[in-house]
């Protein structure tokens, strides 16, 4: 299984960005998918996951402001992001856990200028 994310880029503080992290096979509905994210000298954090019965959770700091969701025609997971604040400022990964074995994807940079 590949993991593809995308999306990414540079937003003024306030704005928004849609994250995408697109799967080589159909495994968002047999799968936990979640949303990490990383800066420089911290350890990976968890955003946003969302299991495959459709089920969410989201970290303190983004609850209000992202939305995890799922297409699952199109292998697709998504995570929108609004109200983006200086400090969602990361490199951010997805990732799926299918039978105990857990996969990612290349990170893909969020940058949010004040």
């Known amino acids: 299984v590949q993991l593809q994310a995308s999306g990414g880029g540079l937003v003024q503080a306030g704005g928004s960005l849609r994250l995408s992290c697109t799967a080589s096979?159909?495994?968002?509905?047999?799968?936990?998918t979640g949303w990490y994210r990383q800066v420089p000298g911290k350890q990976r954090e968890l955003v946003a996951g969302i299991s495959s019965i459709g089920s969410t959770n989201y970290a303190d700091s983004v609850k209000g402001r992202f939305t995890i969701s799922r297409d699952g025609a199109k292998n697709v997971v998504y995570l929108q992001m609004n109200s983006l604040k200086p400090e969602d400022t990361a490199v951010y990964f997805c990732?799926?856990?299918?039978?105990?074995?857990?996969?990612w994807g290349q990170g893909t940079l969020v940058t949010v200028s004040s």
């Open positions: 990732t799926s856990v299918i039978m105990s074995r857990q996969y």
């Open positions: 096979e159909r495994i968002f509905s047999i799968s936990g």
